[in-house]
């Protein structure tokens, strides 16, 4: 993984995808309420047509839709 130089560019925020461990940090929530979540949202983006990685979910998505 390439080192950050800037810490605003290796935020949460900026990540393309996030992992149930940054989700439960987020939620402040356990792990598995976390994978939940993100299984959850991955769901409703693949019925949507869009491709999913198992383990993460896209920031944007996340972000969108828990009103954070």
Do not use: Q, W
Not at 11 to 33: M, N, W, Y
Not at 40 to 52: M, V, Y
């Amino acid at each position: 993984m390439a080192e950050c130089n800037n810490k605003a560019a290796c935020s949460p925020e900026r990540k393309k995808f996030l992992t149930a461990t940054e989700v439960a940090e987020i939620l402040d929530v356990s792990r598995s309420t976390a994978y939940r979540i993100i299984h959850k949202l991955n769901a409703e983006l693949e019925k949507a047509g869009k491709i999913t990685v198992p383990g993460k979910v896209s920031a944007k998505y996340f972000y969108e839709n828990t009103y954070l």
